[in-house]
């Protein structure tokens, strides 16, 4: 069956016609190109690392508080 | 000159190193269309995009996250997906111009004819599949490329691309083996 799938997959793929390259080269002449993304930065993680120490305090301080109600019982 | 730094090129703008950048990826991006079950004419329309999006985002590309050709593929995955997706109301109909011009009573060669038959049991069969399983099928195909390109291309780990190779490979099988 393994055979059958490749020879199926063989018979299945297309043909770029003829003159598909310089048609879509001229094509492209008609579009501009988009700008580079940013570089990456240091400075775009610093939100995120904020939010995750905020987390991690709350997480802290909802442990702290259940330890010492359990503690006072 | 290799595609990935024709792709570099493209990028500052070369429309020479464009060109010979189609001319070198154009087969590969036909073919993998081609075994996604697509029509010819869909996937000519859907090569075209693929190549003018490369174009327009060619500064986007870091060659140190893959080869050009993975990139690429990923393009006409991405696009051939979301026309599976919008397509998935109506029945898909291959569009077999020349067999469909050609006078009734033409006979095919015999070795046309199994083609389009064994084209047709399998299109059959892989409009059974999620587009998904039909983009990883068609990325197991395409020439040179190893599972980690093929993870790149559908965004998953190679473990995650081995094993929904292997289910997708299954499942054709046993739709095949049913019809």
């Known amino acids: 069956m393994a055979d059958d799938l490749d020879r199926l997959f063989k018979t299945a793929a297309h043909e770029p016609p003829q003159g598909f390259a310089a048609r ?3 094509l492209s002449r008609g579009v501009s190109q988009a700008p580079a993304p940013p570089p990456f930065s240091l400075w775009r993680l610093v939100p995120l690392a ?3 120490g905020l987390g991690a305090l709350l997480v802290a301080e909802f442990a702290l508080f259940a330890f010492v109600t359990a503690a006072a019982q | 000159m290799d595609s990935t730094s024709d792709l570099c090129r493209t990028a500052a703008g070369d429309a020479v190193a464009f060109q010979r ?22 996937s000519e329309d859907i090569a075209q995009d693929t190549f003018l999006r490369v ?25 051939a ?9 109506r029945r898909e109909v291959r569009n077999d ?3 469909a011009q050609a006078p009734c009573h033409a006979p095919l060669a015999d070795e046309a004819l199994m083609r389009k038959e064994q084209r047709a049991r ?3 069969a892989l409009e059974r599949l999620a587009p998904a399983e039909r983009s990883i099928l068609a990325a197991s195909y395409v020439e040179g490329l190893d599972l980690a390109s093929i993870a790149r291309i559908e965004d998953c780990s190679t473990g995650a691309a081995k094993a929904r190779l292997h289910r997708a490979r299954e499942k054709l099988k046993r739709v095949l083996g049913a019809t």
């Open chain 2, 97 to 99: 111009e020349a067999a």
């Open chain 2, 21 to 42: 950048l189609v001319e070198a990826q154009q087969a590969r991006v036909f073919g993998f269309l081609g075994r996604m079950g697509l029509d010819a004419a869909t």
């Open chain 1, 24 to 26: 879509v080269a001229a």
């Open chain 2, 55 to 79: 174009w327009r985002n060619a500064r986007s590309f870091d060659p140190r996250l893959g080869a050009a050709s993975t990139w690429i593929l990923a393009i006409a995955r991405n696009l």
């Open chain 2, 81 to 89: 997906l979301t026309h599976l997706s919008r397509a998935s109301h």
């Open chain 1, 50 to 52: 904020a939010s995750a």
């Open chain 2, 122 to 124: 399998l299109d059959a």
